[in-house]
């Protein structure tokens, strides 16, 4: 074969493998904690938390709530939809309501996540996410073949900030202190649904600096069926 043919050869099959590599990404395990600036047992689960952030194979993120602003301190990152999220996976997962720091793994399991090795207890016993193949991409979400238990799951569009934070707080509970958060959610929308055929969606342009990721969800609190991250 001639040389030009093949490096293009190479180049058409490097291409594709790119491709493949998008398309097929490595399932994630996703970590959730709930956690707000108006907690004192809060900042050993922050800290938990950035132990395994960067962890390959995990989507660590923090969703601050609001139920401990009347405290006297109101949560800078904390937002009602976060708190609604949380509110949502209890009744499946035993508890008659939520509390902090609660970390929840791929929507099927939880724990306190100030407790020594908790988070990675749960990591590596809940594995990655099994579910349809999910990739981000030219501005679309798509979603493969599969099957949706109950015939329909939710995507969620979750923007974070990627990196700890450093917050001071001048009131409540963690008055005086500085705490550090991991990969802090800023925002939750809904985009769609997943019915179990092929399915694309629109994924709309980040803002700023932040990252994001998509959620495929069974509905009210359910468990985790894919996650990508870009």
Known sequence: MPRKLIALAGLLAASLFS??????????????????????????????????KDQPGVLALSFNVTYWDYLGWK???GKAEFTQRQVSYEPALGHDGPFTP???????ADA??????EIQRLISSAGSAKG???????GKVAIGAGSAPGGK??????????????????????SGRTLPHAN????LKKLGSWTGGATALDLPAAQGDLRTAVLVQSPGGGPILAAAAD
Do not use: M
């Open 102 to 108: 609660q970390v929840v793994v791929n929507g099927r």
């Open 132 to 138: 349809p193949s999910l990739s981000l991409a030219g």
């Open 75 to 77: 949560d800078t990152f």
């Open 184 to 187: 802090v959610v800023h925002s």
């Open 153 to 174: 799951a939710d995507v969620w569009l979750v923007r974070y900030a990627k990196g700890v934070v450093q917050v001071p707080v001048g009131r409540g509970e963690n």
């Open 19 to 52: 491709s493949l590599g998008s398309a097929f990404a490595q399932p994630l395990t996703v970590v959730e904690l709930f956690t707000s600036q108006g907690c004192s047992s809060c900042p050993p689960a922050n800290a938990n938390l950035i132990k395994v």
């Open 112 to 117: 306190v996540g100030a407790a020594p090795g």
